[in-house]
């Protein structure tokens, strides 16, 4: 595992962080570990958009989503 070193951290971003990860039973380095696995594991924009556009077109059929909705009434 690497090592990340954070510094010139405002004292009102560091309490808020530690009272945060008091709240829910963590260490401030394990709470802000969570909070840096979840912003890497969630996609850039960048990259959203560069899947889609990679995706192939599903065909527009107006009446198939009309019955389709329909019977999703039923």
């Known amino acids: 595992m690497g090592i990340i070193q954070i510094r010139d951290v405002p ?15 963590k260490s401030l380095t394990a709470y ?3 909070l840096l ?13 560069a899947k889609i556009a990679a ?3 599903v065909p527009y059929d107006p009446d198939f989503v009309r ?3 329909r019977e999703g009434r039923r």
Not at 37 to 49: G, Q
């Open 55 to 57: 995706d192939e077109p």
């Open 11 to 25: 004292e009102a971003t560091e309490r808020t962080l530690k009272a945060r990860a008091e709240r829910e039973g």
């Open 37 to 49: 696995n979840e912003e890497a594991a969630t996609p850039a924009l960048d990259e959203v958009m």
């Open 67 to 69: 019955e389709t909705m």
């Open 32 to 34: 802000v570990r969570d």
